[in-house]
Each structure stands twice: as C-alpha cells, then as structure tokens.
C-alpha cells in the first residue's frame, strides 16, 4: 500500500555546510588556494522505512516454518496465534492481503497492520529519513595566461557518508529495526580526485620568441597550440551480494562477513590481467551464508573499490592564414591518450559461479583510445 506521509514527504531536506578557503597568490600570474568544505544532510529523501516489517525476534520466537503456515493451523493454535481481526482470512485478496493461501499465514497475522502485505513509503514522495556527510579538503592551482600559458589544476580528498546516496528513492532498508545497517561509506565516494588542464600555445611565429618573421617557417611553424585535460581518481566503493533472501521481510538481503579487509584478491604477475586473475577472493573466502538470519554487511566496503579511474586528452591546433580575412583551422585530438584499460569486476554476488571473475566486454569500463583530425575553413 503506498502512503503519502503528508507532512513529512512535502518537507523539504535540510542542509548545513560550512567551508574554510586561504588563497596566497605566488606570482603576477599564479594564485594557490587551499579550502575545506563540508555538508551534513538531514531529512533526505529515502525511501528506508517499512513500517509492516515484521520484528526480527519473531523469526527466532516461532521459526520460519511456523511463520509460513496458516494462522489456524493445529501449530499455529498450538502457539497461541489468534486472527489480528475477526474477518482475517475470510475474504481473498482484501486489501491486497489476508485472503486464503499464503496470506493467511501466522507472519501476515504478526505483521503491525496485518490488513496489508506492505506499507510503501517511496511512492508518495520517500520518508526523509536519510542523512549524510560531507567532508573535503582541497587544493588548487590557477595560473592566468602569460608566456604562451594557462593551466588550472586540482586535488580534492574526500569522504562521504550516508544511508541515502540518490534523490531517486532506492529500496526499502534490509531491517527496519536496524537502520544503522545502511549507514555507510557513500555509493560515490571518491576519496582521492585530481584534475589538470592546460593550454599552451608554441613560442614560434610571428610575435613569438622564435621565427617571428612573416616567411613560410611563420607560417608553417607559428601559431601552434597544445592543450589537454587529464583527470585520475579513485574508483567508487563497491559491496557484495547474496542470492539468499528473507521471504518474511523487504528489502534486499546482503551478506555475512568477518572482516571488510582482504577481499581483493593478488595478482598472479605484476598488473592486472582478466584471463588469469579474479578481482576478488573465491566464495570460499567468506564464511558460510545461512538462509535465515540477516546480514551484516554495509551497503559499501571502502575497502573494496572499482580501479582508479585515469584519462589524458590531448589537442593540437593551428590557424593556417590564406589572407586577410580568410582562414583554416587545424586541429587533431586524442581522446584517452594512453590507450589506459580499466577493468570491472565481474559478478560480486556470492553464489553465482563466476563470482569474482571477468567474463567479457562489459567488464571493460572505459573506452579504448580514439583519435580525430578536423579542418575548418573561415572566409
């Protein structure tokens, strides 16, 4: 049953942020500034709540089987289950729940409002129980034309933390009585994030330092100009997955673990290679995954992240001049200019038979190199 919770899904989130920033210019040209910055969400949009999930403690009190009978079974009477109404069971497909079948059943009649099989609280605008942090130094370098050059360049080091990475409302919480499951390093953490771009233009030609005169060595050799942009992170956080489930409660199932170190698994030679190694440790690693009991697994282990994601482009242009008011443009650019392959991970769901292993092209997360030449004439 979806339900508009009035007042608290029209509310809107609320933020607090708060920054420090010190800028020191170093030269006429070149300034160095360096800041932290922070945001702490509250009342983001979530989706978490299941308020008709039934109590952990049942499942250990009555048992899956007697949970999955009929609540007037001999063991269900025997157990001391009585209908939560005097019409429940009587009329199939009340309300979506309480017919006869599978939902007359000692769990339906267990439920807080045993008139409905679920209470969805993501279709009516989420529940806003979600929170974050945010915290990020940075620091930077910008350094305005002169001498043929420009370049700004950045680092950022951040973290994040949160049980509600998107505004588009994600599934229910794995228990709602223990939402502190779903606290976790963000889905796009990035702790470590440098950026770079520059241009800068040949110092031959006319005006320049070298062959500045107006014969063919200006022409062919002068106004040249290099630029590129090239970016290296890290990769986003990444968790494991289990086939099992809990039919007595929504949400999706994570896994049982020991610890969050380890998981990757070595390397045969010195990089990474998708024929002979896997991504992360066999199944075995990992210790048995009963079927009735939750996990205990965050969403994401930072500890356990995608590669790094490294790319260069690189352009070459030049204005050709024909005369006075007529002109071509050259310019040739390579985009991932090192050809760099970035791997996947292949399946992180602990049961399935390749887990950990890269099966084909859509472990491949970047594109390959490509390059393209363009002329463009102006009269």
């Given at each position: 049953m979806p339900w508009w919770q009035g007042k608290e899904a029209t509310t809107p989130p609320a933020f607090i942020t708060w920054n420090l920033s010190i800028q020191r210019q170093l030269s006429p040209t070149t300034v160095m500034e360096t800041s932290y910055n922070a945001s702490l969400g509250s009342g983001l949009q979530a989706g978490l709540l299941n308020y008709n999930q039934l109590n952990p403690a049942l499942l250990t009190q009555?048992?899956?089987?007697?949970l999955n009978s009929r609540f007037d079974s001999p063991a269900a009477i025997a157990a001391g289950i009585k209908a939560p109404y005097p019409?429940?069971?009587?009329?199939?497909?009340?309300?979506?729940?309480g017919g006869w079948g599978t939902q007359a059943t000692v769990r339906q009649a267990l439920r807080p409002y045993p008139q409905y099989n679920s209470i969805d609280t993501a279709s009516g605008g989420g529940d806003h129980s979600g929170h974050s942090t945010y915290h990020a130094f940075m620091i930077r370098f910008e350094k305005r034309y002169s001498a043929g050059l420009q370049f700004q360049t950045s680092y950022v080091f951040s973290k994040i933390l949160t049980d509600a990475d998107s505004y588009w409302v994600g599934g229910a919480a794995m228990d709602h009585f223990n939402r502190g499951l779903e606290k976790s390093i963000g889905q796009f953490d990035v702790p470590h994030n440098f950026k770079m771009g520059a241009v800068y233009d040949l110092p031959f030609g006319r005006g320049k330092k070298f062959l500045?005169?107006?014969?063919?060595?200006?022409?062919?050799?002068?106004?040249?100009?290099?630029?590129?942009?090239?970016?290296?992170?890290?990769?986003?956080?990444?968790?494991?997955?289990?086939?099992?489930?809990?039919?007595?409660?929504?949400?999706?199932?994570?896994?049982?673990?020991?610890?969050?170190?380890?998981?990757?698994?070595?390397?045969?030679?010195g990089d990474f290679d998708p024929f002979v190694d896997r991504f992360v440790?066999?199944?075995?690693?990992?210790?048995?995954?009963?079927?009735?009991?939750?996990?205990?697994?965050?969403?994401?282990?930072?500890?356990l992240r995608q590669f790094g994601n490294y790319n260069e482009n690189i352009s070459i242009a030049k204005s050709f001049p024909i005369r006075e008011q007529m002109r071509i443009d050259f310019r040739a650019e390579a985009f991932n200019a090192f050809n760099?392959?970035?791997?996947?991970?292949?399946?992180?769901?602990?049961?399935?038979n390749q887990f950990g292993q890269l099966t084909g092209a859509g472990d491949l997360l970047n594109s390959p190199r490509s390059m393209q030449v363009a002329l463009k004439l102006y009269f």
């Open positions: 009555y048992g899956a089987t007697l019409t429940f069971g009587a009329n199939p497909g009340l309300k979506g729940t500045s005169g107006n014969g063919a060595a200006n022409w062919i050799a002068g106004g040249w100009r290099v630029s590129g942009t090239a970016f290296y992170a890290s990769g986003i956080p990444l968790g494991l997955g289990t086939s099992n489930s809990l039919p007595l409660f929504s949400g999706g199932l994570r896994p049982i673990i020991s610890t969050y170190d380890g998981w990757r698994a070595p390397t045969k030679g440790q066999p199944a075995s690693f990992f210790p048995a995954q009963p079927a009735n009991t939750f996990g205990n697994q965050t969403r994401y282990n930072p500890k760099r392959v970035r791997f996947g991970t292949g399946s992180l769901q602990l049961q399935n």
